[in-house]
């Protein structure tokens, strides 16, 4: 059964940072995709980061690139998300997803089918 816990959400004041921590387990981390998502009260859920199983390669929507960082630690089945100069609209639920697909060198939105329970995440002004 795959597990995915994510951890260290909280309130922060606009500009600072936070890491969010994905740990994972049921599945072989090693070859699989990672992605985070988020999702805001009466929005619908944006896709603001992947990583390759590899680590070789990264997305970002222009929503938070240069701001956030995704990374991974095979040997820890856990993969990070840093969030740096934090905005108000960065308020969300952030979830962890992990792909389906074993090697899989695709990073949509669409790859990810085992899901965590989500973080929360608010940024005060």
């Known amino acids: 059964q795959v597990q995915l816990v994510e951890s260290g959400g909280g309130l922060v004041q606009a500009g600072a940072s936070l890491r969010l921590s994905c740990a994972a387990s049921?599945?072989?981390?090693?070859?699989?995709?990672m992605g985070w998502f988020r999702q805001a009260p009466g929005k619908e859920r944006e896709f603001v980061a992947a990583i390759t199983w590899s680590g070789s390669r990264t997305y970002f929507p222009d929503s938070v690139k240069g701001r956030f960082t995704i990374s991974r630690d095979n040997a820890k089945k856990t993969v990070y998300l840093q969030m740096n100069a934090l905005k108000p609209e960065d308020t969300a639920v952030y979830y962890c997803a992990a792909d389906v697909s074993p090697y899989n060198t695709k990073m949509g939105p669409d790859v990810y089918g085992y899901w965590g329970q989500g973080t929360q995440v608010t940024v005060s002004s």
């Open positions: 049921g599945v072989i981390f090693s070859r699989s995709g």
